[in-house]
């Protein structure tokens, strides 16, 4: 158990649909990633957000925004979904290790769109 | 930018022998985390091994051990006596500094271990 929570582990809706993740980072960890694997994608970095602020954007599309709130939890949401949308949705905190920071995950959110 | 490039789509292996994944890079950043994660069939994503670019030695974690050549920019992922546990996806990472930023991963590598 990594400590991450993520809600909810599985996800069906239908195209054009609007949904919102929740994640809960490690006890103490400010900084929040979000990471979406697909097929066809693999897995790629979306967005970070650092003590309720953002950090970097990667590869996140005009139809999702993230936040992170007052008690450090996160929420991606996903608006005018679209098939090619449908992944495994993961979040992850940091933590210093030693001299380097270190990603734990939770365990996903498995979203379809049918 | 950062590309992580993993050329084995699949690999077999068995029982109680070692294996290799390979794991290639390219940065232009001074400074560097190296990572490899494991995931599973249930599908979580399990941190296995960390190398910075800095560290003179390779990194050990157990059966995991890092090879790391920094010349050829390549990390790979040795497993030794490997385990029907140890059939799963495998990700290698990189991060361009030691701090907080995002990973950027390769496309990885199904590992099969056969008894």
């Known amino acids: 158990d990594s400590g991450v929570t993520q809600t909810p582990k599985h996800l069906i809706t239908a195209t054009g649909q609007r949904v919102t993740l929740r994640c809960s980072p490690r006890s103490g960890d400010l900084s929040v990633y979000w990471y979406q694997q697909s097929l066809d994608q693999g897995l790629q970095f979306l967005i970070q957000?650092?003590?309720?602020?953002?950090?970097a954007k990667g590869n996140i599309l005009e139809r999702f925004s993230a936040q992170q709130f007052p008690d450090l939890h996160s929420e991606l949401n996903l608006s005018s979904l679209e098939l090619g949308d449908s992944a495994l949705y993961f979040c992850?905190?940091?933590?210093?290790?030693?001299?380097?920071?270190?990603?734990?995950f939770g365990p996903g959110t498995r979203l379809t769109v049918t | 930018a950062q590309k992580i490039t993993q050329t084995q789509p699949g690999m077999f292996v068995q029982e109680k022998e070692a294996v290799t994944l390979d794991c290639t890079y390219d940065?232009?950043?001074?400074?560097?985390?190296l990572f490899w994660y494991k995931q599973p069939s249930s599908g979580e994503m399990i941190f296995l091994i960390y190398q910075g670019s800095y560290d003179q030695q390779n990194a050990t974690e157990g059966r995991y051990s890092l090879n790391f050549q920094k010349a050829r920019k390549s990390a790979n992922l040795v497993i030794s006596a490997s385990q029907l546990g140890d059939s799963a996806m495998y990700f290698c990472a990189m991060r361009p500094d030691m701090g907080r930023r995002a990973l950027t991963f390769g496309s990885g590598t199904r590992l099969q271990v056969q008894p």
């Open positions: 992850a905190s940091s933590v210093a290790v030693g001299d380097f920071y270190e990603q734990y």
């Open positions: 957000y650092y003590n309720g602020e953002e950090r």
């Open positions: 940065t232009s950043d001074p400074s560097y985390g």
